[in-house]
């Protein structure tokens, strides 16, 4: 069976918006019945017309993977050959005091868009993860984990200068010190053999099956994304991700029969999310890489 896009009378989306300086701000691709809803907007702006009609919160669990603001000039390894780390114009930094305000204020925003025993998970290297840190203890956030996301093989460090980059963390929190927050507890100590899941997760990074829809510089390993959702959300859950790039929470939430809402900039990461919603529907799951499909 091949995916069409359904035809509707109106083409009514979550939000209108009117096109900025930064963005299109439209709906770019919706599945209602499945629960998807895909935005190309700058997410500050996205967020404010949420907050318009949504004052008191709508998501029940936000995955945010923001810029790491580290394409500045270094060098890297890719494919064994010595490279510029050049991710975007998106991931450049404007200096430690800007990028924290960017941080604070898209933050603040995903804070008001929590349902009240919502969640929230952010994910970064050393680059951003201690301003993302200090501006949830700014917002009175509760921070419940910190996870340590362990890359096998990771690429050498060319520079013998330095340890080997091999991880990311991802700082998992609640809305404030009220929330009761959701933890399927049983559900991961089953994943982890009957035993405690610990705070380092050993995942694989995406494979090239998993990018033939298109690469995506920083495209998360979608069993990451898979094990967050089964640890924080229900089924009919609507999840949020305002950097969703190509959609890897989507991909993971729609599989496990939550909803979905997603803001990306870019128009061909854009294009990239859609082919793997395309995929989804259609249920060809083997070049999407569901760790649990494979179970
Ligand atoms: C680290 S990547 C996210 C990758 C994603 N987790 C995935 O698995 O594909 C960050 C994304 O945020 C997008 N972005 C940067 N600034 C943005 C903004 N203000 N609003 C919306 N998207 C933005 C970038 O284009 C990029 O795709």
Known sequence: ?????????????????????????????????????????????????????????????????????????GISCHAGKMVKVDKGKWDKSRGTELNHEFNLS???????LLNPHGTIWVSGTHHVIHSIGYAMQQLKMKILNDITWEKPNPPPNLSCRYFTHSTETIIWAAKNEKSKHAFNYKDMRKENGGKQMKTVWNIKPPTIKEKSFGKHPTQKPVGLLERIILASTDPGDLVFDPFAGSSTTGVAAVYHGRKFVGCELEKDFIAISKNRFKQLIN????????MSAEK
């Open 106 to 112: 898209w933050l603040s925003r995903c804070q008001q």
């Open 283 to 290: 249920e060809d799951l083997q070049t999407l890489n569901l």
């Open 1 to 73: 069976m091949k995916y069409e896009m359904p035809e509707y009378d109106t083409l009514m989306p979550l939000v209108v918006m009117e096109k900025s300086a930064f963005s299109s701000n439209r709906c770019v691709f919706r599945d209602d019945e499945r629960g998807i809803w895909l935005y190309q907007a700058n997410c500050l702006e996205f967020m404010d017309k949420l907050i318009e009609n949504y004052p008191d919160g709508k998501f029940d669990m936000i995955f945010a993977d923001p810029p790491y603001f580290l394409s500045n000039g």
